[in-house]
């Protein structure tokens, strides 16, 4: 499955915005690092070299810093027998605004669905859900909102959350991965973050660079932000 959930339309600034595909792919298994403290200190040491590279690529972390709210259009497909099992979303096709803002953990996401447009919301006070503009009476929305607004909301920021919480970056090497219909090589990172980091700390991530522009170009996930599942 192909999820885009910041495929940018819109950003109030103008920093570099990566178009990026998260995928999946078969395996949930994390990438294996050598057991020696040298070699693991070799690849922390490259790894942050080349996230800082990354970010320095899309605008820098002064210029994040200057963002106060991102609104797009994003699209998040879950059509496959297991997609379905793990969707957080009502609907296969989860289409529609989102609205984030970026450092304060508040935004919402609005989606249509059959029984009319739902917006997931997470608000100083916590999370909410309205159904056709009114509050849902479905508990069910409120408790959904109060994951896929705060997991969306660090999405919208990629790369730079790069940078924040605590992350530690390892180089994995170059690869050839399959991108845009063809075979291309990338400088492949594994990103993952502390206990005490505002996100889910089993959560991990391999960023694929161009190793030239040192743009990101796709990104693999596993997040554990879901009360009993695992979705990638």
Not at 76 to 104: C, I, T
Request: net charge neutral; charged share 25%.
């Amino acid at each position: 499955m192909v999820r885009t959930p910041f495929s940018v339309l819109a950003v109030r600034f103008a920093l570099l915005v990566a178009l990026v595909a998260v995928v999946s792919g078969c395996s949930s298994a994390k990438p294996p690092l050598p057991t020696k403290p040298q070699d693991r200190a070799v690849m922390r040491e490259r790894g942050a070299a080349m996230i800082d590279s990354l970010v320095a690529a899309h605008g820098g972390m002064e210029n994040w810093g200057k963002v106060v709210e991102r609104t797009f259009r994003g699209t998040d497909d879950w059509k496959s027998p297991l997609d379905k099992v793990l969707s957080p979303w009502p609907v296969e096709r989860a289409a529609g605004q989102n609205s984030f803002r970026v450092h304060e953990n508040l935004g919402r996401i609005a989606i249509v669905t059959d029984r009319g447009t739902l917006t997931y919301g997470e608000g100083k006070t916590g999370p909410w859900a309205l159904l056709r503009g009114e509050p849902s009476a479905d508990p069910k929305d409120e408790r959904t909102a109060s994951y896929v607004v705060p997991w969306h909301s660090f999405l919208a920021g990629l790369p730079w959350r790069f940078k924040e919480s605590g992350a530690v970056a390892h180089y994995l090497g170059r690869a050839h991965r399959r991108y845009q219909n063809s075979s291309q090589e990338f400088d492949e990172v594994l990103v993952t973050y502390p206990p005490e980091a505002d996100l889910w700390p089993d959560d991990w991530f391999v960023v694929r660079m161009d190793p030239i522009t040192h743009e990101m170009r796709t990104v693999t996930y596993i997040t554990s932000n879901r009360a009993a599942s695992v979705f990638e």
